[in-house]
């Protein structure tokens, strides 16, 4: 499958925003560590926005980016998220309330323990009516959901956004499942080019046979390791670098998906017909 990407969101400690980011991601400016900022969702009503979780303003961060980026309107895009276990404060909260002389989970918990919670934010925020899909494949998310998102595009014909979202556990959890730290990222994606374009992505899911692309910054590689979301970021200093690429996502026991990205002037120099190639070089 081949789709077009049109626009980039990112959220990540010392990566703050695509567009800040995007040198750092390319090897060009120099990686600072700092906690990942979230910025506050000013789209939703003062009640939603007091509800919130983390996850969702994570989530919604980085999809609103993507989309602003490709201008697309949210309210007609449909859109994938994907994480590799939802909100984990949430659901710590809940089960130290079960397990405490008074066990009556408030509303609001339960509302944001759901797996379907940012989709249903996004859905408020953007006055959406669009598609709105929510997956998980433990550490391999970000793969199952831009397979998702590319299937999506494929078959309907549509643009679509996939967002990858994961925050840390709260102890005892996180001692079982140990996540680095806050991290988002979207892509907003085209099954045709447009005027917006820069990058197409060709997608293979095909049987494992190789080892899975690591960051090219060592500073990052922990990142990606720690954290499930962050399995996208050789792609994205690829893209950052505008360059061919070509990685490798683990996806299931033995699963991959082969990412072939070429910028487009390339793609264009490939789909020419011969003739024409021939005829130029007359």
């Known amino acids: 499958m081949r789709v077009y990407v049109e626009g980039v969101g990112l959220r990540g400690p010392g990566l703050d925003g695509w567009t800040e980011s995007r040198r750092i991601l390319a090897g060009t400016q120099s990686y600072e560590h700092e906690a990942t900022r979230i910025p506050p969702v000013d789209l939703l009503p003062a009640n939603e926005r007091r509800r919130m979780v983390q996850t969702a303003r994570l989530a919604l961060a980085a999809g609103m980016e993507a989309l602003a980026m490709a201008v697309r309107d949210a309210a007609a895009t449909p859109v994938v998220f994907t994480s590799s276990g939802g909100d984990g404060a949430t659901i710590h909260e809940i089960l130290s309330t079960l397990a405490s002389p008074n066990p009556e989970v408030s509303p609001t918990r339960f509302h944001n323990s759901v797996h379907n919670a940012p989709a249903g934010y996004w859905g408020i925020a953007a006055r959406s009516h669009a598609p709105a899909s929510s997956i998980s494949c433990h550490d391999h998310s970000f793969a199952a959901g831009l397979l ?135």
């Not at 996180?174 to 045709?192: D, E, K, N, Q, Y």
């Not at 490798?248 to 390339?266: C, F, G, H, I, K």
């Not at 789909?271 to 190639?277: F, G, L, Y």
């Open 148 to 282: 998702e998102a590319a299937v999506t595009a494929t078959v309907e014909s549509t643009a679509v956004t996939v967002v990858a979202y994961d925050t840390q556990y709260p102890e005892p959890l996180h001692s079982v499942r140990m996540i680095g730290a806050p991290f988002a990222t979207a892509l907003a994606m085209s099954p045709a080019r447009t005027p917006r374009a820069f990058i197409s992505l060709d997608i293979t899911l095909r049987p494992t046979s190789a080892a899975e692309t690591k960051s090219k910054l060592a500073v990052l590689e922990a990142l990606r390791n720690g954290t499930p979301a962050a399995r996208c970021l050789p792609l994205l200093e690829a893209i950052a670098r505008n360059s061919k690429a070509e990685i490798v996502l683990s996806y299931l026991p033995d699963m991959e998906l082969a990412l072939d990205l070429r910028p487009l002037a390339e793609v264009e120099a490939l789909d020419r017909p011969r003739s024409a190639t021939v005829e130029h070089l007359r």
